[in-house]
Structure formats: structure tokens, C-alpha cells
């Protein structure tokens, strides 16, 4: 399993990243929400980097919508890919548990598997 996840993870995040031009923002919630929702365009070749703060402990979900279908991401924590997040790429959503009991930055990276992508992404923590 951990060889499937690990191929799938060459597949689709090492093209993006060795050519890409990656972007970067914080995400931050309004004061007393648990979520935040934007819309944002990558082009081709192009990764847009999330950052955004959450504990161990804590359930996130990410929905990643897209016209064409062809937005993909993965979910990274400190220690990692969380979860099976890597397996998300080609889906539209997945959520899982942040592993620890400290504060953790987590980075949801969406690309796009082919040209360029117009996309809505949510994010919940709870």
C-alpha cells in the first residue's frame, strides 16, 4: 500500500512541482468560523500552496471543485501527506484527522492533471 501511495504521489505531484511555478497564501478564518471558501485559477504547469493553522486532533475537509474536472491536491501536515490525502488526487473531496496534540501548519497543494484549472476550494476544520 505504502508503494501505491508513494507511486501515485510521483505521478501527479513530482510533474507539477519539478516544472511549476508554486504560489503561496495563507488561508485565515473569519473570527468563529470553522470554514472558508475561495476560488482562484491556476495555469498550466502552475501549484497554489494553502497554508493555514489547525491542532491534533482536529477533523479537516477539503472539496476541490473544478469545470473541467482536472484539479487535484494533496493535504501535508508537519510530519507529512495526512492520511491517504495523496489517494484524493483525481476526486473531489477528502477529510481525515490532523495526527498530533500540538499546533500544525497544513499545506493543501492543488495542481491541475491537465493545462490549466479554474477551481473553488473549501476547507472545514473542526
Not at 486532533?57 to 471543485?65: A, E, S, Y
Amino acid at each position: 500500500m505504502k508503494r501505491y501511495l508513494l507511486a501515485l504521489m510521483i505521478v501527479f505531484l513530482l510533474p507539477l512541482s519539478a516544472s511549476a511555478q508554486e504560489r503561496t497564501e495563507e488561508l485565515h478564518f473569519q473570527p468563529g468560523a470553522s470554514s472558508i471558501q475561495i476560488n482562484r485559477g491556476i495555469a498550466r504547469g502552475e501549484t497554489m500552496r494553502f497554508l493555514l493553522g489547525a491542532r491534533g486532533g482536529q477533523t479537516i475537509k477539503v472539496v476541490v471543485q473544478s469545470v473541467e474536472n482536472n484539479a487535484v491536491f494533496e493535504v501535508i501536515g508537519n510530519g507529512g501527506s495526512l492520511g491517504q490525502s495523496a489517494l484524493a488526487n483525481g476526486k473531489q473531496k477528502w477529510s481525515g484527522v490532523i495526527p498530533g496534540y500540538g499546533d500544525d501548519t497544513i499545506a493543501i497543494v492543488v495542481g491541475s492533471e491537465r493545462g490549466g484549472s479554474d477551481f473553488n476550494l473549501y476547507v472545514e476544520i473542526r
